[in-house]
């Protein structure tokens, strides 16, 4: 129990719908700074595990959750994420050429 004005420290937050633990998600966008990159990339890692791919890194628990386990593999920088710059022109091109 806390006293009155006193707040328990909650290390979680959500985060794409999901409870993730705030530490690994500053670790994690160090290595991808993109918050939106970074949303993408760990839902499709999470879809991965889901679907009995193995670990990069070894799971704190057995019962350790999917999000943590992939944020803490792209914060160790064994998962990465490509641009495609090129792509993105292009479409910004395309996008400006039907909005004249």
């Known amino acids: 129990m806390t006293g009155k004005g006193e707040k328990l420290y909650n290390p979680y937050l959500t985060f794409g719908g999901i409870f993730v633990n705030v530490e690994l998600i500053e670790k994690a966008r160090v290595r991808v700074p993109s918050v939106p990159v970074l949303v993408n990339l760990v839902s499709k890692r999470v879809r991965q595990l889901n679907m009995g791919e193995r670990p990069l ?14 944020l803490r593999e ?27």
């Not at 019962?63 to 943590?68: I, L, P, T």
């Not at 792209?74 to 996008?95: K, N, P, T, Y």
């Open 57 to 70: 890194v070894k799971p704190l628990s057995a019962d350790e959750d999917k999000s943590d386990i992939a």
């Open 74 to 100: 792209i914060a160790d920088g064994l998962l990465i994420s490509e641009v495609d710059f090129s792509a993105i022109a292009r479409a910004e091109q395309a996008h400006s050429r039907w909005s004249e």
